[in-house]
């Protein structure tokens, strides 16, 4: 998940640099001063260096707008616009230099997305105009990063200038399906006190603390991350002197994959087998409504079974309640 962070990152530090930018410069630099009191085009104030767009995987292109300002533009004006991988490159560049381990980002490939119009007509004295785009979000290889470099190329009325420091973004596309985000999570599980593990009294769980992500693998399939250990390992508890403590199990990183109506259809280990044999089964007995999301409430029920060789199957709950996007 480094690289979802690096991206959550960098774009607060490119709204920090903007901040600065525009109380420093002057000249034809920004939107607040230029030249002979030029009209100025801009990509909007918000939007420049890294510009995260979070949509969810669909089978229908999915439309992402980027701003473009005016100030001072009495006229009618055309923008042309142009994805230019340079921008990128660049940037992949400069954060490289920064921090080595820097995962970087690649042009999002020219069939995932449609441009209905290179031109953006700004009508006199408007403020804010959509540049927009289209993304087949379905077609995104999740295990990469993209981005699509935006820049302003130029403006047809000789009046007008298009600002240097805020003439382009990259809009960084991160895709997420429906269940993607962080949940509050209480955890039920029997079955290996011989082994040091807390067993829950039916019917009662456990708040584990900080809770569980669940992250985006494909269109209808997800991971976890564990919060409170900073993992993507299972959840669970302990026994020490007959009190639940917070652990996580080596080797077990569960995925569940959803059907059509939320249901839970099949649940596996993202990790090789260690040698302990550590595998996932859905609960044969677990009740109708578990093993489904509901998208009223946010909250997955998963009840399966946690199998390791030479041990009996522990019987495994999690109630997992969405607070918040990851």
């Given amino acids: 998940m480094r690289h979802f962070k690096n991206i959550f990152s960098f774009a607060s530090l490119a709204v920090l640099f903007l901040m600065s930018s525009c109380l420093d410069n002057t000249g034809n630099l920004d939107v607040f001063n230029s030249v002979n009191n030029n009209g100025v085009i801009s990509i909007g104030q918000a939007e ?9 995987i669909s089978t229908t292109p999915t439309k992402i707008s980027v701003v473009i300002n005016a100030a001072r533009v009495n006229n009618t004006v055309n923008v042309t616009v142009q994805v230019d991988p340079a921008v990128l490159t660049a940037y992949n560049a400069e954060q490289t230099a920064l ?77 997420k ?18 082994f040091g593990i807390f067993d829950m009294p039916a019917g009662v769980a456990e708040r584990y603390p900080d809770g569980i992500a669940l992250v ?15 993992t993507n390992l299972l959840p669970g508890f302990s026994n020490t002197a007959g009190k639940p403590t917070p652990t996580q199990f080596g080797a077990a990183s569960p995925v569940f994959t959803f059907d059509g109506n939320n249901k839970i259809v099949s649940v596996s280990n993202a990790i090789a087998d260690d ?34 060789t030479g041990r009996p199957d522990m019987n495994y709950r999690l109630t997992m309640v969405f607070f918040g996007s990851r």
């Fill in 216 to 230: 985006t693998l494909g269109a209808n399939s997800v991971g976890i991350e564990n919060l409170w250990a900073g």
């Fill in 99 to 175: 921090d080595p381990t820097f995962v970087p980002f690649e042009v999002l490939p020219s069939n995932l997305y449609t441009i209905p119009s290179l031109t953006v007509s700004i009508a006199a004295g408007k403020l804010d105009t959509p540049f927009e785009f289209n993304v087949n979000t379905s077609g995104v290889d999740l295990s990469k990063k993209f981005a699509l470099p935006i820049v302003l190329k130029s403006v047809d009325d000789p009046s007008v200038v298009i600002a240097s420091n805020l003439n382009s973004t990259l809009v960084a596309i991160v895709v």
């Fill in 275 to 308: 040698g302990r044999g550590r595998k996932f089964a859905l609960n044969p007995t677990a009740p109708a409504s578990d093993n489904s999301y509901d998208p009223a409430t946010k909250k997955v029920i998963a009840n399966f079974l946690f199998k390791q």
């Fill in 177 to 194: 399906n429906k269940y993607d985000g962080k949940y509050n999570l209480d955890v039920e599980h029997s079955g290996w006190s011989a």
């Fill in 48 to 56: 420049p260096g890294l510009n995260v767009k979070t949509v969810e």
